[in-house]
C-alpha cells in the first residue's frame, strides 16, 4: 500500500511540474509576443501570478523568465517598467526567485540603470529593490558594485552617476528619493568585505560631490531626521576608515 501510494504522488509530482513548465512557457511566449495593451495587462497581472502560485517561480526563473523581463523592461515605457518592477519585487520574497536574481547579474544592472529614469515610480521602486537585495545577504554587495560598474562604464562614467545625478539636484531632488540613495550607500559600504574596495566605492562619490551633498543634506532646512541620520552614518564611516576618529581621541588625551 505505502508502494502504491508513493508511485501516486510520484506520478502526481511529475504531472504538476508538466503542468507548470507548459503554464510558464505560455507565460513567457505571451509576453515576449505582445505588446500595447495586452502586454501591458499581461505584465499587469505577473506580480497577482507569482503570489497565487508560488510554484511558478520557480519554473519560471528556470525558463528564462528574468531574462524575459529585462529584455522588455529595457523599452522606454513607464508603464512596462512599473509593472515588471512589481512582479519583480513579488519574485525576490521567494528564495527561488532571490537566488535567480542572484545568479543573474543583469538583473541588478537593469535596476540600476532604471535610476537615471525620469520617471520617479520607476526610480523609488528600483532603489527599493536594490535595497532589498544588498539587505538580503552581505556577499549581494559586491553584485551590486559589480552591475554598477558595468553599466557606468559602458557609459565612461563614474560609478554610481546615475545616484549622484539626483543628490547634486539638491534642493530640486525628491526627499523621498534621496533617503533611498544614501540608504543604499550604507547598506553596501557596511558589506563591503575590503578596504581597496571601500574606497573604490567612495572616492567615486567624492569625485562627484558626495562631501558637498552631504553637508548640504545635514543642514537643510526645514531638518529632516531620517536624511541626517543616514547621512551621518555615510560621514562617520568614512572619517572612522581615515582615521580621523582616532586622531580626535588622540588629540582629546
Same mark, same amino acid.
Given at each position: 500500500m505505502e508502494i502504491i501510494? =508513493?508511485? &501516486?504522488? =510520484?506520478k502526481w509530482s511529475i504531472v504538476l511540474r508538466t503542468h507548470l513548465n507548459v $503554464?510558464?512557457?505560455a507565460c513567457i511566449d505571451k509576453l515576449l509576443n505582445s505588446d500595447g495593451r495586452e502586454l501591458r495587462r499581461s505584465l499587469f497581472s505577473l506580480k497577482q501570478i507569482f503570489q497565487d502560485d508560488k510554484d511558478l517561480v520557480h519554473e519560471f526563473v528556470n525558463n528564462e523568465g528574468l531574462q524575459c523581463l529585462v529584455k522588455i523592461g529595457g523599452a522606454n515605457d513607464q508603464n512596462y517598467q512599473n509593472y515588471i518592477l512589481r512582479a519583480l519585487g513579488q519574485l525576490m520574497l521567494y528564495v527561488d526567485g532571490m537566488n535567480a536574481v542572484i545568479d543573474?547579474?543583469?538583473?541588478?544592472?537593469?535596476? &540600476? !540603470?532604471?535610476?537615471?529614469? !525620469?520617471? $520617479?515610480?520607476?526610480v523609488k521602486t528600483s532603489l527599493k529593490l536594490l535595497i532589498i537585495f544588498a539587505e538580503y545577504i552581505d556577499s549581494n554587495a559586491l553584485l551590486i558594485l559589480s552591475a554598477v560598474s558595468v553599466v557606468d562604464r559602458s557609459s565612461k562614467h563614474l560609478l554610481w552617476s546615475n545616484a549622484m545625478k539626483i543628490l547634486n539636484e539638491m534642493d530640486n531632488s525628491s526627499s523621498e528619493v534621496v533617503l533611498l540613495i544614501i540608504t543604499l550607500f550604507n547598506t553596501i559600504?557596511?558589506?563591503?568585505? /575590503?578596504? *581597496?574596495?571601500? &574606497? /573604490?566605492?567612495? *572616492?567615486?562619490l567624492e569625485k562627484q560631490g558626495m562631501h558637498r551633498c552631504t553637508q548640504f543634506f545635514?543642514?537643510?532646512?526645514p531638518a529632516e531626521e531620517d536624511l541626517i541620520e543616514q547621512f551621518n552614518i555615510y560621514d562617520t564611516v568614512l $572619517? $572612522?576608515? /581615515?582615521?580621523?576618529? /582616532?586622531e580626535i581621541v588622540a588629540q582629546s588625551t
Open positions: 501510494q =508513493y508511485l &501516486y504522488r =510520484y $503554464r510558464v512557457h543573474q547579474n543583469e538583473v541588478i544592472q537593469w535596476l &540600476y !540603470s532604471l535610476v537615471e529614469s !525620469s520617471f $520617479r515610480l520607476v559600504i557596511s558589506a563591503i568585505p /575590503d578596504q *581597496d574596495t571601500f &574606497y /573604490d566605492m567612495t *572616492d567615486a545635514l543642514n537643510k532646512k $572619517r $572612522r576608515e /581615515d582615521g580621523e576618529d /582616532d
